[in-house]
């Protein structure tokens, strides 16, 4: 066997053991990572990828209308970032849909409204008011 060969190989299975373990101290924070199917996660995970590769380089648009901000200008800067990040990391992730691992876990990606209400980040979720 070749030597240019064997190490594609090794790191190949490296790479596949790496991202297929799951690690049971690592948080998965994705929507789709919550799902209990095989089925119900890898058809997330290429949902997800694909709003997150095509659609991420509106990242700064909807960053700039986060009330985390002190103005829309600091939003959009910070959204420029977070267009590079979610575009290839929605790549990454529509290319290895049929692994159901959250790599790269990216969150909630791109911020766009979903109308599933459990998909919801737990920043957008409505507390009880105390009294």
Known sequence: MN???????????SFFLCVSIPLSFVHAASPWAKESTY??????KLAFGLKNSLLGWMTPWAE?????YETEWVGFS???????????????????????????????????PDPNP?????GFAKSAKKS
């Open 118 to 122: 459990k998909n919801k980040p737990v």
């Open 64 to 68: 700039s209308g986060e009330a985390k």
């Open 78 to 112: 910070a959204g420029i970032g977070g267009m590079v990040v979610n575009t290839v990391a929605g790549v990454v992730q529509l290319g290895t849909f049929f692994i159901p691992v959250d790599f790269p876990d990216v969150g909630y990606g791109l911020r766009i």
């Open 3 to 13: 030597t240019a060969v064997r190490k594609f190989v090794v790191l190949s299975v």
């Open 39 to 44: 089925g119900a996660k890898t058809k997330g």
